[in-house]
Structures are given as structure tokens and as C-alpha cells.
């Protein structure tokens, strides 16, 4: 993750932190899960472009998406809030996704923990959804939606597009909350 992404991101937290006087003493987040499916040897070999390709997104989802979405987890975690990876880049028979759930910190302790997902889609690359959830103590009504921000050919995925869609996830969530 480049110097001025961690420092946009080091910027929301604080500015949030100030917003909000959340307490910086607030308990560190869960931690980073790395789920893991299967092994490459449980696995038949690829025959067809599809299980290639649904392979090969996975493989830019572990290498780029992962190692952005680990950093930027480490920071919130550093500055107090909840953050998990949930990663399904190597999951056997379905398409590959990793998700950073993130649960900001609350001076109620009443926020609900949104999620950033980068899923495969075996059309159009690799996908972004975000489901933001604001906290109830500020008397919204708290739906379940996602919407997608975004999508990307497999090829084309970089650490900048990455870190922009995840610093624009964390901003909407710290903003609602």
C-alpha cells in the first residue's frame, strides 16, 4: 500500500476519532481470519477456460486484493477499531472472495460492522460491493443492502484501484457513523 493511501487513511481515523471522542484505550478488533479451502492437491486438474479462470482470479485476489485489504485491517486495528479478513481465494467450487469486515469504534459501542467485498465475477472480473451499516444510536434505520462500487477485468486489477475502493469504504463508514 503506497505512503499517501496509509496516509489518507491515518487521516480518516483521526479526523473520526476527534469527530466522535471515541476513547483511544478501546479494545483491539478481532482478528485477521485467513480461511482457507481446499489445498491445490484436494483439487481436479483445470480442463476448461471457466475453473482457468475462476484460478487465475483468485490467485489476483490472494496477491493484490489480500495484501492491500491486511494492511489497511492493520490500521484500523491500530487505531482502535475492529477490522477481519474473511478470505475465500481458495475455495474449491465456488468463485473466490475476500471481504474486510470493519466495525468502527463507538463512544456508544452500538456500531454495526460493515462489509468490503472483492468477489469474482465470471463475466466481468472482479467485483466490489460494500454494505455499510450506520450505527443505530444515531436514530437511522438500519437496512441491509450492498452496493456495488465498482468492477474491474481480472487483468487490470491494481494496488491503487484497490486502495482507492477501500479508502472509499472506510470514509463512508466512518461518515455514517
Known sequence: MSE?????LRALLKSYTERTGAATGAGAGAG???????????????HDENE????????????????VLDRVADELKNAGHEAAIDDQSATAGAYPSVELAFTPRSPGGAALTSVLTFRCDPRRGIAVARDIKPSPAKGRVVTTS????????VEAISVEWVETKTLSFVEAVLKVN
Do not use: H
Request: with cysteine; aromatic share 0%.
Open 32 to 46: 485477521a481470519g485467513a480461511g482457507s479451502g481446499a489445498g491445490a492437491g484436494d483439487v481436479k486438474p483445470a
Open 4 to 8: 499517501k493511501s496509509l496516509e489518507k
Open 146 to 153: 450492498s452496493d456495488r462500487i465498482g468492477t474491474m477485468r
Open 52 to 67: 482457468r479462470r475462476r484460478r487465475a482470479c483468485g490467485e489476483r485476489l490472494q496477491k493484490v486484493v489480500r495484501a
